[in-house]
């Protein structure tokens, strides 16, 4: 299916409709156009084409709308990039799309330089730079195929290497429109995104935006002060946030409350403590949980604050044109029994970045098989008992033990490692690694996380490392993550 390049099409709509709002700086639907597409005509000057894929390392701001869409101007494939990794990790994921350019903005410049000194074919160019190229007079891509590939965004797997999810302009729409479906649009609305756009909760509001028509207000980091005051302030209607987010937007809240006029909280990234979703029942704040993850284009269960407190703790629904269910072994299971959640609908991955296998493994028969264990009410009210068995969510970021483990046997005195997640007040959840040291090897706790920290980013670290005699295994040898916490 052909459609308009939305922002062409907004802009056609309401030119001067509020589009971004960024502290002082206010930019219109008409403006936001006029400057993605003179970036567009500077990148295709580099010499960029229809499906090269271009990575950005930037913080959040107006220059990354701008970016979003100057890139889907070019008919090139978008490659969102986590600033908070290592260059040793950002390498991989550049490496295996064959990403042509990176961008990137001055607060992450050193990062840039230094990925650039691990692939010395790569380019690297400050977006900023791009004003002093010449525009191309070559012709920008208005209209949209929904079957191309508009992002490749990289997430991290049970086997310790990162995947690239393909989402489609059609993957983005459905999502942006399923969520219109179940969220409503007003208006009125004005959508804060402080999550990072590089993510695909950030990045999905970038998208909605433009299809709605509705503002969004963009802060640089979260800081739950300034995000209390846009909702008490600035009339921000909608907030993204994760559990970690919201517990410290109470703290600062104190005894006030919202105002009215605000009408939702979207929390994703793993399942909601109840005593929060209380204290925010106590207050009357709308909260929507959800569930989600980068290969559905973010939410694609979502539970309406009218079932908050008869449905505590649930995701809720399968929004408009998605579908889901559970399956214990190769059986439906019965309602209240766990087992896999598996998904399906237009929002959905078409598959992994060069990953045959890993595509035809998750995906089957059309169905999503997500790794992760819940269950369906009598009602049909999703509940997550385990965000995929062994990840761990620390601060609303994905950790898998896996690729921790990897690190740490990477250094020649440990002979074996486990990695599992334990409750953290702050976090939801940190990293404590278990090591084996080979025989006749000593090292330090200290020392090995030095290690660690040249080769994961600061929220994979391990928050703590403990050295053991053995680890335990099943009989097939398998590590059995879960009964790592029981060591002392």
Request: aromatic share 6%; net charge negative.
């Amino acid at each position: 299916m052909l459609m308009t390049h939305w922002l062409e099409k907004r802009a056609a709509l309401t030119p001067d409709r509020i589009a971004l709002i960024c502290g002082e700086e206010r930019l219109t639907f008409g403006e936001l156009r006029d400057r993605a597409r003179l970036a567009a005509q500077r990148l295709l000057s580099l010499g960029i084409h229809k499906g090269d894929r271009v990575g950005f390392l930037c913080r959040n701001g107006i220059h990354v709308a701008e970016l979003v869409h100057a890139v889907h101007y070019t008919g090139a494939v978008l490659v969102p990039l986590n600033t908070r990794l290592t260059p040793h990790e950002l390498a991989y994921q550049v490496e295996d799309c064959s990403c042509r350019y990176v961008l990137y903005d001055d607060a992450n410049r050193q990062l840039a330089e230094e990925l650039s000194g691990q692939l010395p074919g790569l380019s690297v160019l400050a977006y900023a730079g791009l004003s002093d190229l010449s525009p191309s007079d070559g012709p920008l891509v208005t209209a949209l195929d929904s079957g191309d590939v508009n992002t490749i965004m990289y997430t991290s797997g049970t086997t310790g290497r990162p995947k690239g999810v393909m989402l489609t302009y059609g993957n983005h729409w459905a999502s942006a429109i399923g969520s219109a479906l179940n969220l409503g649009v007003s208006g009125d609305d004005l959508w804060l995104a402080a999550v990072p756009m590089f993510h695909i909760s950030g990045l999905s509001i970038v998208m909605r935006s433009v299809i709605y028509g509705m503002p969004m207000m963009i802060h640089e980091k979260f800081d739950e002060q300034a995000v209390n005051r846009a909702i008490m302030e600035q009339g921000v209607t909608i907030v993204s946030v994760v559990s970690n987010m919201l517990a410290r937007m109470l703290d600062r809240l104190g005894e006030e409350r919202y105002p009215p006029s605000f009408r939702c909280m979207l929390l994703g990234g793993g399942p909601a403590p109840l005593p929060l979703l209380q204290s925010c029942a106590d207050k009357g704040i709308p909260i929507y949980q959800t569930y989600g993850m980068t290969e559905t284009a973010s939410q694609i269960v979502t539970l309406p604050p009218e079932y908050m407190l008869t449905k505590l703790g649930s995701a809720g629904k399968p929004l408009f044109q998605s579908e889901i269910r559970i399956v214990n072994g190769q059986e439906p299971a019965s309602p209240c029994e766990p087992g896999e959640i598996q998904v399906r609908g237009p929002n959905v991955t078409s598959g992994y970045w060069n990953r045959p296998e890993a595509t035809a493994e998750a995906l089957r028969d059309g169905w999503l098989a997500t790794g992760d264990i819940g269950y369906l009410d009598e009602e049909g009210f999703l509940y997550v008992l385990d965000r995929r068995s062994d990840l761990i969510i620390s601060g609303g970021e994905n950790v898998y033990p896996a690729e921790i483990e990897a690190v740490l046997l990477g250094h020649p005195a440990v002979a074996e490692a486990g990695v599992a997640g334990i409750a953290d007040e702050r976090w939801g959840q940190v990293p404590i690694a278990y090591v084996k040291l080979a025989d006749g090897e000593t090292v330090t706790e200290e020392e090995l996380r030095d290690y660690c920290r040249t080769r994961l980013a600061r929220y994979k670290l391990p928050a703590r490392i403990r050295f053991v005699d053995a680890l335990p295994r099943n009989a097939a040898g398998k590590l059995l993550r879960r009964e790592l916490t029981k060591l002392q």
